[in-house]
């Protein structure tokens, strides 16, 4: 629970509910897979109440050039397409 202006405790919005939580470690396992990288330590927090998060753990640098390079190819491929359907 959070608290209000009012100091009334409130529920925590959508985003912070623990099945979010647990679905974005999901897609994200996936979407990791699907480039090669994989997070050995990708884990909902269990811990946290107020604002469930997710562990990601610790990456070698090789790792994260691949995370990165993944990403500026999913940037160039949506420029790219934008671009085409501007002309």
């Known amino acids: 629970m959070t608290k209000t202006e009012t100091g009334k405790k409130s529920s925590p919005p959508k985003f912070w ?11 994200l396992k996936k979407a990791s897979e699907a480039i090669g990288v994989t997070f050995p ?5 269990h811990f946290s109440i107020d604002c469930p998060l997710v562990e990601m753990g610790r990456m070698r640098p090789d790792v994260v050039e691949k995370l990165a390079d993944a990403l500026d190819e999913l940037v160039a491929l949506r420029a790219k ?4 359907t501007n002309e």
């Open 41 to 45: 330590s990708l884990d909902r927090e």
């Open 17 to 27: 509910k623990t099945s979010d939580a647990t679905n974005a470690v999901e897609h």
């Open 81 to 84: 397409i934008a671009e085409e």
